[in-house]
């Protein structure tokens, strides 16, 4: 039972995205991000654990260098809130980190790495429910491989990879794996 | 870890490291404003106590409640035992509803041990007789974590009736996982028989001078924190001590002792499990001074008691 999320040192399968790739990704949805919020004004960021609280603090430091502006970001765990609690082994909690500013009235972007059935999503939403009533809501993914079990879509994709439910897409970033990369493996193809 | 919680010996120093780190997420719930989160919904938990309690019967009832399970509350008085029935016929009635877990507390030592072989449901030990209280020590352990950080080589007294004390039974185990060193200090009549044989394997030291302790006279050296443990009149048929005021002088947390240790360690920090004997194991602007973490202790209990439950109840049956 470690708590700490181990880093993926697979690196088998097809990379889909490059380093290159995956940072050109990230300004675009920034850049979006604050376009569709005419701003950075009442915009918190949050990261889903683990690897969506990297790719949020990237967006943040992208938007401090085009804005100017310091937007609050922070870690939402969503471990609590799963509907599979019972069908799989304990998972660890991970943390989380609300902004001082809290999330009342505010912006909340979800940050996450991959967007597949849709329940993390959906819990995310319900643990944020219980810490607040935030304006709006967005969802900001790197990856959306489809195969969605709930009607939730995200407002910011990075790229849209059609998949065989069969196969493993896992998002490597460098400040858990050592190396930024995204790869598809498993399936027939 | 394993699906019952009977002894502090069952937890390896990661299942310790585990409870703790996410007693601080459970922590961050405590603080909110809607204390609710779904994770033990549709699951049920019985409070069977058979012997008085606040503060680990509301704890464990608070810590079930705002994690969405149902909690039911059966003390011994209230319930079929008080018509003769068998603690065998009573848990495995309440078993038979197919309930999740069993919180117990009993006056027989090892008592959990033998409801767990009866049992379908997780057993938590809530205190059984002078054997051990699990849960209490990692809170004991949370709690003195919050305050001076990492147990490693750190050195904690435990004073008072050992004999009768499952609370540091439970404490010698979990803070030695955590790498702290341990001296128990107690008048000769309340150390338990044996204990030599024990502390060697256990690794702890013992004393029968709390004053050699508090100087920093110990094997380990100066203390970090001091853990009084109540005189439990309950258990105790007279004998032990001649008389409530001796005691005080020589195993008490005087104000006057205080005074020379914090002299020293400024920072020492004093634990008690509760419920306490104000003037008779500690003074009372001992136990209500800055150095004291009592009510800590008791905040720690409903996190660390939603930790415990989550671990032993959360994943798949």
């Given at each position: 039972m470690a708590v700490a999320q181990p880093?993926?040192?697979?690196?088998?399968g097809r990379e889909v995205l490059t380093s290159g790739d995956i940072s050109r990704a990230l300004r675009r949805i920034a850049h979006e991000i604050l376009e569709r919020n005419k701003g950075a004004d009442d915009l918190v960021l949050l990261g889903i654990p683990s690897r969506g609280v990297p790719l949020a603090r990237r967006l943040v430091a992208v938007m401090a260098e085009v804005e100017g502006v310091d937007v609050p970001v922070g870690s939402l765990d969503v471990t609590m809130h799963r509907d599979d609690l019972r069908h799989q082994p304990v998972r660890a909690l991970a943390r989380t980190d609300i902004p001082?500013?809290?999330?009342?009235?505010k912006v909340v972007v979800l940050v996450d790495d991959v967007l597949f059935h849709g329940r993390t999503i959906r819990a995310a939403l319900e643990a944020l429910a219980e810490l607040g009533r935030p304006r709006t809501v967005r969802l900001a993914i790197l990856v959306d491989r489809g195969h969605r079990e709930l009607p939730i879509r995200a407002d910011h994709v990075g790229k849209n990879l059609p998949t065989s439910s069969a196969e493993r897409v896992s998002v490597r970033l460098?400040?858990?794996?050592g190396e930024d990369a995204v790869t598809i493996e498993g399936g027939d193809r | 870890m394993n699906r019952h919680l009977l002894s502090s010996a069952d937890l390896t120093r990661d299942d310790v490291e585990t409870i703790l780190a996410t007693a601080e997420q459970m922590h961050d719930v405590q603080k909110r404003d809607v204390k609710k989160i779904p994770t033990l919904r549709g699951r049920t938990i019985i409070n069977l106590f058979f012997e008085d309690s606040t503060r680990t019967r509301s704890s464990f009832e608070i810590a079930g409640k705002w994690m969405s399970a149902d909690t039911i509350n059966i003390t011994g008085k209230g319930s079929s035992t008080s018509k003769g029935e068998s603690l065998r016929d009573t848990v495995r009635t309440i078993d038979a509803m197919s309930v999740d877990a069993l919180v117990i507390r009993h006056p027989a030592s090892g008592a959990c041990q033998q409801v767990a072989q009866w049992v379908d449901a997780s057993v938590i030990n809530a205190g059984d007789g002078t054997h051990e209280h699990p849960t209490q020590a990692l809170l004991d352990a949370y709690a003195l974590r919050n305050r001076i950080g990492d147990l490693d080589g750190r050195h904690v007294a435990i004073v008072g009736d050992l004999t009768h004390s499952r609370v540091f039974r439970s404490n010698v185990i979990t803070l030695g996982r955590l790498g702290a060193h341990v001296t128990v200090v107690a008048p000769p009549t309340l150390m338990p028989s044996g204990i030599a044989d024990w502390a060697k394997t256990d690794g702890f030291a013992t004393s029968w001078d709390l004053d050699e302790i508090l100087e920093?006279?110990?094997?380990?050296?100066?203390?970090?924190a001091v853990m009084m443990l109540r005189v439990q009149r309950e258990r105790m048929s007279g004998g032990?001590?001649?008389?409530p005021r001796e005691y005080t002088v020589t195993y008490g947390l005087t104000r006057d002792r205080m005074r020379r240790l914090t002299g020293t360690n400024p920072d020492v920090v004093v634990l008690h499990p509760g419920p306490m004997n104000r003037g008779l194991e500690i003074a009372a602007d001992v136990a209500d001074s800055p150095n004291s973490v009592v009510l800590d202790q008791v905040s720690a209990g409903v996190a660390v008691r939603m930790a415990v439950l989550y671990h032993l109840l959360s994943g798949e049956a």
């Open positions: 880093a993926r040192t697979d690196t088998h001082a500013g809290g999330i009342d009235d460098a400040e858990v794996d | 920093g006279g110990a094997t380990h050296g100066p203390v970090d032990y001590f001649p008389t």
